[in-house]
């Protein structure tokens, strides 16, 4: 996961710093400091990342057109 990639997904998914560092139960400081391209532990970026996932999102890999982020499809 990319810094722009997070804050893509949060944008999508309508959610402030605030609200994601509950989902993944980090600092705040620790999600700007990941937007801002720091350097974080394996384990804090795999705990936001899954909060992203859990709340809908689906992560983009480098495909030749870049790294992204889209909502998953609601359940018919």
Partial sequence: MT????KMARAGLGLGVR????LANVSTNTVTRLERGEELRDGTMQAIRAAL?????EFIAENGGGPGVRLRKAAE
Avoid: H, K, N, R
């Avoid at 810094?3 to 997070?6: S, V």
């Avoid at 609200?19 to 509950?22: I, R």
């Avoid at 996932?53 to 999102?57: I, K, L, R, S, T």
């Fill in 3 to 6: 810094p722009g990639q997070c």
């Fill in 19 to 22: 609200e994601l560092a509950v």
């Fill in 53 to 57: 996932e859990a709340a809908g999102v």
